[in-house]
């Protein structure tokens, strides 16, 4: 059975050091600061976030599930992402099923840190990723452009 996320005390400073990284353009590959709009507040929210490249696009995976910055982007699918100089405002479309899956099947691979949280394991067929897709929302990214 997978793993819950929790957002505590210890969470809240790794991510804080994650962002602090990102907005230096150090850390993980793929590493970037997301920014939504607060679906109640209206105020900017951020979060760590890993984006991966996968079928020649760029997607935004939640593999801790359903999550605020998930609600934030369902509600406005206009977000920023930023890491060092690379400033990006694109689109977020959410997509399901088979598509979802296999992209969640790249994820893990790239993200072995988040394994815990997926029932299926990186030997798993795509399939098994598909049938849990539910639990981790899939995001692809509209409108990225290349930066010098």
Do not use: C
Request: charged share 25%.
């Amino acid at each position: 059975m997978a793993a819950q996320y929790q957002a505590g005390p210890v969470r809240k400073v790794l991510n804080r050091a994650v962002m602090a990284l990102a907005a230096r353009g150090a850390g993980p590959d793929g590493m970037y600061i997301l920014e939504t709009t607060g679906r109640r507040s209206g105020l900017a929210r951020r979060n760590p976030v890993r984006i991966i490249e996968f079928d020649g696009q760029r997607w935004l995976v939640s593999p801790y599930g359903e999550v605020a910055w998930v609600h934030n982007v369902r509600a406005s699918d206009l977000v920023r992402l930023r890491r060092g100089g690379d400033d990006q405002r694109v689109r977020a479309e959410a997509v399901h099923g088979e598509r979802a899956g296999a992209v969640l099947h790249q994820y893990i691979r790239k993200a072995p840190v988040t394994i815990p949280y997926f029932d299926a394991s990186p030997r798993s067929a795509p399939s098994e990723f598909a049938a849990e897709a539910h639990k981790h929302p899939v995001f692809v990214l509209h409108g990225w452009s290349k930066t010098a």
